[in-house]
């Protein structure tokens, strides 16, 4: 089993930054995909960004590229998502997730991907105009 802790989220202006952090805990080692996914009240939870930790390959869904990214510490089984530029269109409640898939399965298309398999409880970020 693997537990999963968010941290960094927070209220900011638009253009400022933050960075997320995602504390994965117990049978981390088993997998090999983490990512980060956003919900909005009403909509469906959309999928951010992922990273294939055993290989460290990336993916992020259309709106976020050039300004976020995410990144993995393996000594400290931490993913990061560093999300810069903000605009009002990223608040949203953010949500760790972590799988073990193939390396193409890692990845979002659109704004999906269906590697999770364990999930964060969430952080809250609002980005104010």
């Known amino acids: 089993r693997v537990e999963l802790t968010e941290s960094g989220g927070g209220s900011v202006q638009a253009g400022e930054s933050l960075r997320l952090s995602c504390k994965a805990i117990?049978?981390?080692?088993?997998?090999?995909?983490m990512g980060w996914f956003r919900q909005v009240p009403g909509k469906e939870r959309e999928a951010i960004a992922t990273?294939?930790?055993?290989?460290?390959?990336?993916s992020y869904t259309d709106s976020v590229k050039g300004r976020f990214t995410i990144s993995f510490s393996a000594a400290k089984q931490t993913s990061y998502l560093q999300m810069n530029n903000l605009k009002p269109e990223d608040s949203g409640t953010y949500f760790c997730?972590?799988?073990?898939?193939?390396?193409?399965?890692?990845?979002?298309?659109?704004?999906?991907?269906?590697?999770?398999?364990?999930w964060g409880r969430g952080t809250q970020v609002t980005v104010s105009s």
């Open positions: 117990g049978e981390a080692w088993s997998q090999n995909c």
């Open positions: 990273i294939f930790t055993g290989g460290s390959g990336t």
């Open positions: 997730a972590a799988g073990a898939v193939r390396p193409e399965v890692c990845r979002i298309t659109g704004s999906q991907s269906s590697y999770a398999n364990y």
